[in-house]
């Protein structure tokens, strides 16, 4: 198993898929340094149905490679991870992850830029994010529903307005693989990340899990029944415990 090792971040190689080790009172220091580079830092919050396609898609798969941290989301992988290497990874909360970058970047009046979401949404949102970030700079914002042709005009803005953070929910075409597709038109510098819902959890229209559900790892449990076709889930499941086995049994670290 290949490791990479810096100061403050550790990133190992679990069935193939990047995963980088960053404890949370480290994060402030990462996020800094990366910060400083002349480059683009793309950040990946990865489930374990992410990591799963990771290993089966091309395009996603480079995305995640080429990422400059991918942060674990799901119990299934930390556990995985310590079943395999007895390497304890940290998982985080997707919007306790936003959160705390956001209170990084509002302590040094660093910017973002907001897109994605209903035009609606992400008014409310920007609102709020606003009200709990006042030192933080919002240097644009663009709802996600917008129509093709317009999609150069809004790069040219990100580009101009050089967003220390550029925040992507859903809505844009492509979700992620959107960042993917034009990091090099929205320039070469600050960071990326996608989170489907944070505009509707930052508008107060969708609630996250509970810190207590999430620890437990049954956030999934909600999901399924916002959506029950999630149920189906399962079975890939299924399929990682087996690779975590076979890979125990047959692959040498």
Not at 106 to 115: A, G, I, Q, V, W
């Amino acid at each position: 198993m290949a490791v990479e090792v810096t100061e403050k971040k550790q990133r190992v190689k679990f069935l193939n898929v990047p995963i980088d080790i960053i404890a949370p009172e480290d994060l402030g220091d990462v996020v800094y340094n990366m910060l400083k580079e002349d480059k683009e830092h793309n950040i990946v919050l990865l489930s374990l149905w992410d990591l799963l396609r990771a290993r089966r898609s091309g395009e996603y798969r480079s995305y995640i490679t080429r990422a400059s941290l991918v942060i674990p989301i799901s119990k299934s992988i930390t556990s995985g991870l310590k079943f395999l290497t007895g390497k304890k990874a940290y998982r985080y909360m997707p919007f306790d992850f936003i959160i705390s970058i956001l209170t990084i970047l509002e302590k040094r009046e660093f910017s973002t830029f907001l897109l994605g979401g209903k035009k609606k949404i992400l008014n409310i949102a920007e609102k709020n994010i606003r009200q709990t970030f006042p030192r933080l700079r919002i240097v644009g914002r663009c709802h996600g529903n917008f129509k093709r042709h317009e999609e150069a005009i809004i790069i040219k803005a990100i580009k101009k307005a050089s967003p220390s953070l550029l925040l992507v929910g859903k809505g844009v075409s492509g979700k992620e693989k959107w960042i993917a597709r034009n990091h090099v038109a929205i320039g070469q510098k600050g960071m990326r990340l996608w989170c489907s819902d944070i505009f509707d959890v930052f508008a107060e229209k969708k609630k996250h899990p509970s810190t207590r559900t999430f620890n437990a790892g049954l956030e999934w449990v909600g999901f399924c029944f916002q959506n029950p076709i999630r149920f189906f889930r399962v079975f890939p499941y299924i399929y990682y415990k087996f690779l975590l086995l076979a890979n125990k049994l047959f692959v040498k670290s």
